[in-house]
């Protein structure tokens, strides 16, 4: 014992001690880069989003899979209602993941209603093994985690799931810019994807279908929402966001409305709210599965309205904590924005539409012979304060709150300008002659006008990003 | 328990510090336990085997001891045990291993003569590793008979010798001499010591990266050319070739220097199995740097025993043409096999054949043999020579290796190596540039661990502490990034595991 406790073996434990230490930290640093981080596409990932919003402000929780994320916009209910909720769902969320999240969720939260889309119960199993992993790694490593692996994951596979490492290390082929740098939207979105997309539906495959017998995965489902609500005190409100269903996929659903209503349990369902919302199958669906963002718009409503009148939830609006809810709105406008930049071709439109946008900073350069094209870009560019003499002249400008300031003239003699723009970016402009490269740098990346007279780049302060960039 | 598996990832750490913990008397049986779990984990009916195995050498050399004598009769009765033991012991690896492509060759010899088949074939699974611990117990008789070593009468320090879980299923095939004299010792020294430790780990990394990175990244280039071959050209048929000559390398001496490693932190010495043997410089050269633990056991158990090259020229080409068809057969039970055993006995023939017309044509020409030039060009030569003999080894079928052969000589196709084509065969460029750089990383400590006549782990160990922490974290994390493994990846068995 007294050998055991020698001079020498100490500085070996120390030894021991630092190496283990420090590969652990080189190896947690890696794990942060190579991990999942995308549950919704482009990075935005649902509980990176969970995790940035401030504890015990959450009153709604929209949980289920894709449908609610494409369907429900939280942004829409707070701008309206005041509601503080969120979009707690992933592609392809099985009813397992459902109630992991949502306990997991409570734990930082105290929400009155959690509404639950139950397309979950016509399936068992994710319908890809990457939506499995990608799934797991929404829920951070504790009790819940062991158990949801449990309840998921083979015997075989277990232990890579437990550790993690084998899931995620084949990302290394993958990685982008925002696995070794937090992506800004996280910081403060509430769980839902703007898509603009839109396919139209066959009306007849949205159409209720008779009840058949609830499965007994559907019926544990049930019981275990029931019993969370009962412990965590909130109110369990099912539906089903419209989406086109198989026969088998409408008999659980209908057999679960049969179940709520048996079991005291509000339901709004998929044809009250085609009804209610006046939903058109041809332009409100983003695919079979999917609300587009006019359907979203108009179910959040709905979802606003019943939610407003039905449940005694306080209008947070103007309150400080809620602050991350009108980002949230802002991010939401912005996207449809870009939807309509990304469709306009119409350098009038396009600036006309910008001047209603303030709180984006436009960076716009005019070079070559653009005063042959009639000052087209003239009466649009002077909603910024632009002068017709500074427009005569050429240059590039930002704005701010909406005027245009000027960054650099189309001088060749005239000294290169640095601008640090809100969010971090590096602007850098110079003039090395018309249509060159190297005339208008944003952190490192040429977006000079090259091969058009105008160029336009919208730059979003709030998520510190390139909203579009477009010549004309 | 595969060593790249989660699980023993779980389990190594478990038992070594149940190891350190325990008092010295208990460690041999703690190691037992841990040994028989580890071998169950697979298949845990074999365990039987591996227990009748233990049982019958065990009670073999105990039956050696009693006599002892050096008269005719009790050198005779000697004879009958060790042949009695080593017939029961072959019987096993023949029932499991041999017995089915037995019953196929007398079928296809009975068919030739317009007879019927006998009967069916057992299709009995492989117990894995069970080639390695056959032929280190039959050692251990041999040994006993030859009163090298005393017989052991403590049947759990013997047991744990003929198991002991880190080279159970893929060797070093041990000597009684050295490893069981060590497990015997655990009673009274503890062994654990830092620079085993830190050297044992190192290699154990170094291991997994020949292992995880290479290795298996290199089967999925060589399995995608092998499934496509009868499309293939000259240099995919080469790239599949040379391939597989790294990959079983990188696969059995990364395997070899995980289980050294492992027992190395457990203060046991293992037999070095590899010594950068496609540095050889003659197929010779060849079978002195690999599997060195099979060669020696060859050598000493049955190529000396056959008379060795004690009686004549012919002799001698006779007993290494059996002693590298029966290494051949080891392997694996198909002519093809056989044939690539055969072959190495065959360029060890024509090599020693030459030998003096090539020393006059060297002298006549005034080459030297120790030029740097003239080394690289026979180390080439036996590489490809080496590489031509895998062909056989890894081929299905002794028809697709003349596939293969003829692929290769038909399919004139040179500019597939530009044109990105063997991006096709599920290594992208990402990929490709992986296991370059890896191989760029492997050759370059190979050159520095021949040149200093040592292994990774001791190498790295006569760094300072900031050098060895950096190369350990700096292999650890390139293990867990790029190596294969995981849910996406059928992780490729240790080739070795199958023989």
Known sequence: ?472 | MLFNSAAFVLFFPVVFLGYLVLPKRLRPLFLLLASYFFYMSWQPKYALLIAGNTLVSYCGALLLERFAGEDRRQQNIRKRIVTGCTCLSFAALFCFKYFDFFLENVNAVLRAFGGGGMTNPLNLLLPVGISFYTFQSIGYLIDVSRRKIAAEHNLIDYALFVSFFPQLVAGPIERSSSLLKQLKSLKEKTPVTMEGLSSGFALMLWGYFQKMILADRLSILVDGIYDALPFAGTIETLAAMFGFSLQIYFDFAGYSAIAIGCARMMGIHLMQNFRTPYFATSISDFWHRWHISLSTWFRDYLYIPLGGNRKGRVRKYVNLMITFLLSGLWHGADWTFVFWGGLHGFFQIIGDLKKPAEERLMRSLGLKEDAGSFRFFRILGTFLLTSFAWIFFRAESMKQAFLLIRRMVSGFDPWNLMNGNLYTYGLDRLEMGVLLAGLLIVFAVSCLCKRREEDFGSLLYRQNLPARFVCMILLATLVLVFGKYGVHFDSQQFIYFAF
Not at chain 1, 181 to 207: C, H, I, M, N, W
Not at chain 1, 299 to 313: C, D, K, P, Q, R
Not at chain 1, 388 to 395: F, L, R, S, T
């Open chain 1, 1 to 472: 014992m007294k050998a055991l406790f020698s001079k020498e073996n100490g500085i070996n434990a120390i030894r021991i001690g630092a190496f283990l230490l420090l590969l652990l930290l080189v190896l947690s640093c890696t794990y942060r880069v190579l991990s999942w981080k995308d549950t919704a596409g482009d990075y935005l990932s649902c509980r990176e989003m969970l995790d940035a919003t401030p504890g015990d402000t959450v009153d709604v929780f929209f949980a289920g899979t894709s449908h609610v994320y494409c369907g429900i916009y939280p942004g829409v209910l707070w701008s309206e209602y005041g509601i503080a909720s969120f979009d707690l769902a992933v592609s392809d969320q099985t009813k397992e993941e459902t109630l992991a999240y949502l306990k997991n969720a409570c734990k930082k939260q105290s929400p009155k209603v959690v509404v639950v889309d139950l397309f979950a119960l016509t399936y068992d199993t994710h319908s890809e093994p990457g939506n499995l992993y990608r799934n797991l790694a929404n829920l951070p490593f504790g009790p819940e985690y062991v158990k949801l692996l449990g309840q998921e994951v083979s015997k075989e596979a277990f232990p890579e799931y437990l550790l993690k490492w084998p899931i995620v290390h084949e990302r290394y082929a993958e990685l982008g810019k925002y696995d070794f740098v937090s992506y800004p939207p996280s910081r403060f979105v509430k769980g839902e994807l703007y898509s603009d997309l839109t396919e139209s539906l066959d009306p007849a495959s949205l159409q209720s279908i008779p009840a058949g017998e609830l499965s007994d995965t559907n019926v544990a489902f049930l019981e275990g929402l029931l019993e969370l609500s009962r412990e965590e005190g909130f109110i369990p409100v099912l539906t089903v966001l419209p989406f086109s269903q198989t026969t088998e996929a409408g008999e659980q659903i209908s057999a679960a409305y049969s179940y709520a209503e048996n079991a005291g349990i509000n339901v709004i369902s998929a044809e009250d709210i085609m009804r209610l919302c006046a939903l058109d199958p041809a332009a409100d669906f983003r695919d079979g599965s999917h609300l587009n963002a006019s359907g979203a718009e108009k179910v959040s409503h709905l979802f606003g309205e019943i939610l407003a009148t039905s449940f005694a939830l306080t209008d947070h609006r103007g309150d400080l904590r809620y602050a991350s809810w009108d980002r949230d709105l802002i991010y939401l406008e912005h996207q449809k924005l870009l939807s309509y930049l990304r469709q306009t071709e119409d350098a009038a439109q396009y600036l006309r539409c910008l001047s209603s946008h303030p709180d984006l900073q436009v960076i716009f350069s005019l070079e070559a012979d653009y005063m042959e094209r009639n000052n087209i870009y003239y009466e649009p560019l002077s909603a910024f304060g632009l002068t017709y003499e500074e427009y005569a002249a050429g240059g590039k400008w930002i704005t701010q709150q909406g005027k245009a300031q000027l960054l650099h003239p189309n001088d060749p003699s005239a000294k290169p300008v640095t601008k640090k723009l809100e969010g971090g970016k590096l602007l850098q402009t110079a003039f090395h002659g018309d249509l060159s490269e190297q005339n208008l740098l944003l952190d490192g990346e040429d977006l000079s006008n090259q091969f058009y007279f105008l160029k336009v780049i919208v730059y979003d302060p709030l998520t510190g990003e390139i909203l579009d960039s477009k010549g004309f």
